[in-house]
């Protein structure tokens, strides 16, 4: 069945040469931004069906995690939050916490805005905006989660940076991503495997390939799980939890925030 799309965000994604903008960090949000609202509909059915249902509970780990570090969060923050899933997972775990999703994605947001009177969980709201240049002054977060976020920023460096400014010291971020496998042989196969049904699906829906046929790319322009750890430790965090699945294509990352950074 192929989607109608309401906004013009598919003629701003198609007008786009995708691999020239991956590979430039000055044009990646152009094409990042538009495929997300045009993806955003079917969001959440489309990451439950093609991480088989495990999507679920890999992000249940990473809020297990997250929780046992941070129990007594009160400010969080859920960057790249798309539709809400792990504020909202947070939030609950949390009474007293209060979360804000941030996210460039309008589109994504919409549903996300649905989901809180859906969920009845008021302390979660969400704002427009890029996890570069977040919405808290320094060191004032106490919890930051990032599910498939740091993958799609222009600057991965930087988002990670701008992490570590807003949180406090001893505050924990948790992240959960794809990677790229260590193993090269595995990393072709999963890649293909990634990049084949991605584009047989965005042609299904979109009849454009290469909006799913973006996530074999993004892995491809991206680190591994024990690269992310250095990063990360080179940018005041202190990992305090990594866990990878799909043989290293996925990975679980908690890390707590230094004084000095
Ligand atoms: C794969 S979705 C993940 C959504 C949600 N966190 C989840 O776990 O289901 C990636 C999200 O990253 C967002 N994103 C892309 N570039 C971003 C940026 N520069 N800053 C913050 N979020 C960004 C997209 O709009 C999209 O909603």
Redesign the pocket.
Known sequence: MVIEQTNDALARFRAQDLDAAMADASRK?GV??PM?DVIAPRYDAF?QLFSFGMDASW?QNLIDAVVLHAPHAHRGLD?????G??GFALAARLPQLRVTG????AE?LVIANQRIAARGIERVNFHLG???TLPATDASVDVITA???FR??PDLEAAVRECARVLRPGGTLGSLDFFLPQNTAWRALFLWYLRTSGNVVGWWWHRTPAIYGYIARSINAFVTARDFTALLQRNGFRVVEQRTMLLGGMGLHVAVRTDSA
Request: some cysteine; hydrophobic content about 40%.
């Open positions: 949000q990042v931004t997300f990451t992000k960057v790249a939050c798309g539709t899933d792990l941030v996210d460039p994605s994504m890029d996890m570069a599910g498939y976020g799609n920023v």
